[in-house]
């Protein structure tokens, strides 16, 4: 650890140290203007830090509490005005009296089993100020518990699917292939879905180094061959020389299928693996051959589902065969209809190789999707703010939102087992916008309006703000001081402020202290600590792992003065898939066969019939149809995390007419007299949005892809069909679940129309804050 002004964390030339979900980075604000420089140690910094200079200062940040009007002159109670309705300033005082008091009539008059606590834990690096942490801390300490959500929106399906078919979620993900091993060990990597870097450039506590383009380039140099199976090219970076296969969106597991079909057909499988190694092959070659449905599963099958030439899936299938060969199933395919099936059958293929537990080799599923994977872990724990125990046990699947609100006390299917969505009368969010993450936003809109009270802390004028009763403004991570860092990246970083709140903002822990002390719970939440006494505390953990290893263990004043604390990592061992490979009796899987399960008995008893005991090939329900011809892939952005500052400077100079941009196949766009640069509608039967249009060839014909995360603009929330007007995708796609065993979500893909759009263009007033507004 070190001092001094090296462009990180030295203050001589003004420049703060500070850490984000996107990279470590130092900046400098002089009262008017913030500067960014990204960390001198990363080989490959992430210019989403772009965002901060214009985002710290923006019109969209909120500055003082706000009510919305209609719950200030009515009361709680469910109201489709949410959205529509304009807001009033009050004061703390006034802000704290009315929260507090709604929160003790929820408590009172219905329970802790009434309160829904959201949160999707992305709003900071820190893991102090973690706004997930601090929500369900506040909520079990001072209301008695929460109805909670299980699962991500970015893995709803695998999250579930793997521990049935491999053992741990983390175990694997996180500690299985790494980018170093596939630097010096693969031969070929077939990319299911791609390795976007927009999306490993990212992580939880923060990046110190980014290393997969890096990796990718060298593997490549040194004569790995990798392969991309999807429908857009630039999913994987030009430094790792892909050859593409353009497939259908949705028909991945066809093409593993006829791949598996070849090898086994020309006896290229790994049957000694299979033998040892696995259970259930034998029903589920079955079925591959045609042995169940009469139905063979080869190439030729399968190119008539995914567009891909037989020719091209059999040469796969060779080259796969000998080989150090990697598979691995991105995020993006487990989020649309029968999601689990490509997360399954991409370890049925990666089996059918021998590969597995290999340096380099076997199945890495979502290497790529985020910065955690691909790296060594940490030798010592991280920081982190304890939530305390919630003794409410009822749940729901996160991207079952909507039906909950919508549908309180019907019953669904999760992982076996039928579960009643519960009667929510309040919600309290904090770090997360679901009016980002959720599907068919029209929907979700009415089913916000069900509910007594929804209470936020927020720093911008999201659309979760603007549906909100109680709007309590929280400041930015510039903006206060914390801890950053990662289990996978080896630097602790002191985030320190570099600006003051904007306004009467104040940190999530400030806001919940004094709500906890009006529901008479101040001290079991603050346990009389300052925020500065909390990072000690937390810190304390780290420290005391570093001392019990014999490493450098400076004290606290030591290490927030300097650049950064390095971490020992634990070794590049492969996890439980190399410890299995090695000696499956001593290392089980953590499975009910303690082997790699082709076959579920468990699933099986289960019952779904959109979930059977192997994996399978479903058709999706949603297919191309006359008015809507083509897909839409609706993916991460590349300029943003998520939503996240959708209106700093790097987010709104990727922008059109201060629109979206939609990537479409010049083919498409003359069939449809659109031009590079037009402004077209995106529309289907339960929405439409306007986007600017950019003509690509490295999109698949009949795909169109637009990024999630361009805030909700809508023309006329009271339409029948909504227009969102800034280029939200997701007033398009479906809210259902991936299959009765998950509940994922199915978000990615859906199907649509596009034309040319040449009417008045309406203002953008996504941004605008709805206080005292006049109408649209």
């Known amino acids: 650890m070190g001092h001094g002004d090296n462009g990180q964390g030295g203050r001589d ?25 990204p960390y001198a140690g990363d080989p490959d910094p992430n210019q989403i830090i772009e965002n901060f200079p214009e985002a710290l200062r923006h019109s969209a940040r909120i500055k003082r509490p706000c009510i919305r009007r209609g719950w200030l002159e009515n009361g709680p109670g469910p109201d489709l005005r949410r959205g529509t309705d304009d807001y009033v300033e009050v004061s703390w005082k006034e802000a704290i009296r009315l929260a507090g008091n709604e929160l003790l009539r929820i408590r009172t008059d219905f329970g802790p089993a009434a309160m829904f606590g959201g949160s999707y834990g992305w709003s900071s690096a820190g893991r102090f100020h973690h706004a997930q942490s601090q929500v369900h801390r506040f909520l079990n300490l001072a209301m008695g518990g ?3 959500s299980v699962n991500s929106y970015s893995a709803g399906a695998s999250s579930v699917i793997i521990p049935h078919i491999i053992g741990n979620f983390e175990n694997h993900t996180k500690r299985n292939v790494s980018w170093a091993q596939i630097e010096t060990e693969t031969d070929i990597v077939v990319a299911f879905g791609g390795m976007a870097l927009k999306n490993s450039m990212v992580s939880g506590g923060g990046i110190s180094e980014h290393v997969e383009r890096g990796a990718m380039e060298r593997a490549h140099k040194r004569g790995c061959r990798f392969i991309l199976i999807g429908p857009i090219q630039d999913d994987l970076p030009a430094e790792a020389g892909a050859e593409w296969v353009p497939v259908i969106p949705g028909t991945d597991t066809a093409l593993m299928l006829g791949l598996i079909h070849t090898l086994v057909s020309t006896g290229l499988h790994d049957q000694p693996f299979l033998a040892r190694y696995t259970t ?25 589902i995914t567009g891909v030439a037989a020719k091209t899936i059999i040469e796969l299938a060779n080259a796969l065969h000998g080989r150090r060969s990697l598979i691995t199933v991105a995020h993006a395919l487990q989020r649309a209809e029968h999601g689990e099936q490509p997360v399954w059958m ?15 080799g076997g199945y890495a599923y979502a290497l790529g999707a985020i910065g955690y994977y691909g790296r060594r872990n940490n030798a010592v724990p991280m920081p982190t703010f304890p939530q305390e125990r919630n003794p409410i046990q009822e749940f729901i699947p996160v991207a079952r939102i909507a039906d909950m609100l919508l549908n309180p006390g019907s019953s669904y299917r999760y992982n076996g087992e039928t579960r009643s969505y519960p009667r929510v009368r309040a919600m309290y969010w904090a770090g997360g916008n679901p009016f980002h993450h959720h599907q068919d936003l029209a929907r979700l809109r009415k089913a916000f309006g069900q509910v007594d009270t929804l209470i936020v802390n927020e720093m911008a004028w999201t659309g979760t703000a603007r549906h909100a009763d109680i709007v309590l403004p929280c400041t930015m991570t510039l903006e206060r001081e914390d801890i950053g ?14 600006a003051p709140p904007l306004g009467e903002a104040r940190d999530d822990y400030d806001i919940f202290s004094e709500l906890a002390g009006h529901l008479g719970a101040r001290e079991a939440f603050t346990e009389g600590r300052t925020t500065r006494q909390w990072l000690e505390h937390l810190y304390e953990r780290t420290r005391g792992a570093l001392v019990s290893l014999d490493q450098p263990a400076p004290d606290f004043e030591e290490f927030w003065q300097g650049d950064g604390l390095r971490l020992p990592q634990e070794p590049d061992d492969g996890g439980q898939l190399r410890a299995f490979r090695a000696d499956p ?39 191309p149809k006359a008015d809507a011809p083509l897909y839409l892939v609706a993916n991460q ?54 986007a600017s249009v950019r003509l690509d060839e490295r999109l698949r014909k009949g795909v169109v892809q637009i990024p999630t995360g361009a805030w909700f603009d809508p023309l006329d929330l009271n339409a029948e069909s909504v227009l969102c007007v800034h280029g939200n995708p997701n007033v398009l796609t479906r809210d259902v679940g991936t299959s009765a065993l998950a509940q994922g979500c199915s978000g990615q893909l859906t199907i649509i129309e596009i034309e ?18 006049p109408a649209r």
């Open 346 to 360: 991409g370890a049925a293929l990666a089996a059918a190789l021998g590969q597995m537990g290999l340096p380099g």
């Open 146 to 148: 929460y109805i909670r």
């Open 756 to 773: 040319r759009f040449d009417g008045i263009l309406p203002d953008i007033r996504a941004y605008d804050p709805p206080v005292g507004r």
């Open 585 to 623: 009796s001593s290392h089980p899987l953590p499975t009910p066969s303690g082997r790699i399960e082709i076959f579920s008995e468990t699933i099986e008893s289960f019952g779904e019939r959109d979930c059977p005991g192997h994996p399978v090939w479903l058709p999706p329900q949603e297919a």
């Open 485 to 498: 860092g990662s289990s996978n990246d080896p630097l602790l970083v002191p985030m320190r402020r570099v």
């Open 13 to 37: 030339n003004g420049f703060l140290l500070h850490s984000s979900h996107w990279g470590v980075f130092s900046a400098r604000w002089d009262g008017e203007k913030l500067s960014v420089q």
């Open 280 to 304: 259930g092959w034998d029903r589920f070659e079955a079925y591959v051959m045609g042995r169940v449905d009469g139905l063979p599963k080869d190439a030729a099958w399968a190119s008539g």
């Open 637 to 690: 952005p590349a300029t943003r995390l998520h939503s996240q500052l959708d209106f700093g400077g790097h987010s709104a100079r990727s922008k059109r007419q201060g629109r979206e941009v939609a990537r479409m196949h010049p083919a498409d766009a003359a069939e449809r007299s659109i031009a590079d640069g037009d402004i077209v509608r995106l529309f289907n039967q339960r929405g439409a949005c306007l």
